[in-house]
């Protein structure tokens, strides 16, 4: 039978058998008193049952009809409303934290997942015999520069070497950095990298708005090699739409507002289910947070959500699922926040090489300026993939010699 597993962690001053039950109840066919409305044929089909327990761990399995879901319009909105919906309101609860999710065939194959994943976005940017980590960065300041001056920053840092550009996720169209004319200047210089280097480099352009087609559509006109949407703001409904009508450049997943719905451990949503629901959608590379730097997180949680978005096995209840989740493409992992080229190889030896090291701070904020910055990044990935230490590659190396002083 087809259905839809969720793990939640619960604390209630109910007994956790019971406190499951009315998440159950209050997410398919219950409500708060009986109505005279509601079949016992109704309940046989579309009620949701709890299935599993733990009380050392305090979660519970709920399994929710395949039925109760409306895949062809309501689709992970929908699904969300069901799995993540009035459950956090429950004056019962006083903590509720979905943990995980779990889905059937017939439910995976509704999506298209992306277009691109890990190898279509190594052959776009020739790693795909090298299989080194891809060097990313952020445009710096988050917003402030014209479309030529942020031209400028993308060009510094794709001929120092790195692989990806994004604008940040506060930035879109604002009146000093028109969205047409920031694309059309970064995308000439990206070609000037290309012209003097024959290396690609992607840059992601925020079009995260009301109207998202209408506004990719703009960036493609201008020359956009990479789009960004901010997926918690603009929904997963957003960027399944952005996915399957831009086919042809990849979709970078900025997760702003993710700690809203994931910090506490105690309520919320893990962002383990969200790296799933975005993988479904169609992002090609997303932000999993890092494990070192300024917003590292707990090593299990980030090798957890990796494991899912990049890997060819999924979690479920009764044990792992298929080579490659149905045929939907892995995902690129982007770890971001705090990092510089001093923190490379721990990272790597941490999360392995199919990751993006995104350094905003530690590129930019490199004592000889952005080109010097994107070449330590990149010299610090280069002595990883040969096995050298970062000190032994900075005796020849200036600019990662001098990052590791700043830095270390």
């Known amino acids: ?52 327990i733990d009380r050392e761990k305090h979660t519970a399995e709920i399994c929710y009809p395949y039925a109760d ?78 479309p030529k001056q942020t031209a400028e920053v993308a060009f510094e840092a794709a001929i120092g070497g790195v692989d990806f550009i994004k604008d940040d996720e506060t930035l879109v169209d ?3 950095c028109s969205l047409e004319k920031r694309v059309n200047a970064v995308i000439n210089r990206m070609d000037e990298v290309k012209d003097e280097t024959g290396k690609n480099v992607l840059y992601a352009c925020n079009v995260t708005s009301t109207d998202i087609v209408k506004t990719a559509e703009r960036a493609m006109k201008a020359g956009a090699n990479c789009l960004m949407v901010d997926v918690l703001t603009c929904g997963f409904g957003s960027l399944q739409i952005l996915s399957e009508k831009f086919r042809k450049v990849p979709i970078h997943v900025h997760r702003t507002m993710h700690a809203a719905i994931d910090r506490s451990k105690d309520f919320g949503i893990d962002f383990l289910v969200l790296a799933k629901l975005i993988r479904l959608a169609g992002g090609d590379q997303v932000h999993i947070g890092s494990v ?5 997180g707990d090593l299990r ?4 959500i990796e494991e899912t978005i990049e890997h060819s096995v999924i979690k479920k209840h009764t044990g792992l699922l298929g080579s490659n989740w149905y045929g939907i493409k892995p995902v690129f992992a982007v770890c971001s926040g705090g990092l510089h080229p001093g ?17 905003g701070g530690g590129i930019h904020g490199h004592p000889f300026g952005t080109r010097a910055g994107a070449k330590a990044m990149r010299q610090s ?3 990883v993939m040969k096995g050298i230490s970062l000190r032994e590659y900075a005796r020849d190396h200036v600019e990662l010699a001098k990052a590791l002083e700043k830095w270390h």
């Not at 159950?24 to 109704?42: D, F, L, M, P, R």
Request: no cysteine.
């Open 1 to 52: 039978m087809e259905e839809v597993i969720a793990k939640y962690q619960i604390r209630s001053g109910l007994p956790l058998e019971e406190a499951a039950k009315r998440i159950a109840e209050e997410e398919s066919t219950g409500t708060w008193t009986h109505v005279s409305t509601t079949t016992k044929s109704i309940e046989k089909k579309y009620s949701a049952r709890v299935v599993a």
């Open 69 to 146: 879901f409306d895949l062809k319009t309501g689709g992970i909105p929908q699904a969300l409303s069901i799995i993540a919906g009035n459950l956090f309101g429950l004056g019962s609860l006083e903590g509720v934290r979905l943990l995980d999710v779990s889905f059937p065939k017939d439910f995976v194959k509704q999506f298209d997942g992306p277009n691109f994943g890990i190898d279509g976005v190594r052959k776009l940017l020739g790693t795909s015999k090298e299989k080194r980590p891809h060097v990313g960065t952020i445009i710096k300041p988050k917003i402030g520069l014209s």
């Open 174 to 176: 604002q009146s000093f």
């Open 292 to 296: 070192v730097g300024k917003m590292e």
């Open 301 to 304: 949680d980030v090798r957890a």
């Open 343 to 359: 923190l490379v190889p721990e990272l790597v030896k941490l999360l392995g090489k199919d990751i993006v090291i995104q350094a």
């Open 381 to 383: 990935v280069d002595a």
